[in-house]
């Protein structure tokens, strides 16, 4: 199974999470914000019911509050989705 980190769990880093885990890729995404880390797992679901049904077998999905706590073992690709704030990107 292909791992995936998405850095940010707003719309954008839900939307790419749901298409990754459709093709059975295994997700974590970290989020500094509670909020959207309580909320993440029902906006990937929603996103995943809007796309086709691939009959692939999902992947799994992993939300962290900081990088430390990400497994960055065997990660196969990084995905920065965070806010448009300069100063969290660097």
């Known amino acids: 199974m292909k791992k995936l980190l998405v850095l940010g769990g707003g719309?954008?880093?839900s939307g790419i999470a749901a298409g990754f885990q459709v093709y059975g890729?295994?997700?974590?995404v970290m989020s500094p914000s509670a909020k959207t880390?309580?909320?993440l797992?029902?906006?990937?679901?929603?996103?995943?019911a809007q796309l086709e049904d691939t009959g692939i077998?999902?992947?799994?999905?992993r939300v962290h509050a900081a990088l430390d706590q990400v497994d960055w073992a065997d990660l196969d690709m990084v995905i920065e989705a965070v806010t448009e704030d300069l100063q969290l990107k660097q």
């Open 11 to 13: 719309i954008m880093g």
């Open 25 to 28: 890729w295994d997700i974590q």
């Open 37 to 39: 880390r309580e909320s």
């Open 41 to 48: 797992p029902n906006r990937v679901a929603s996103a995943r």
């Open 57 to 61: 077998a999902p992947g799994g999905l």
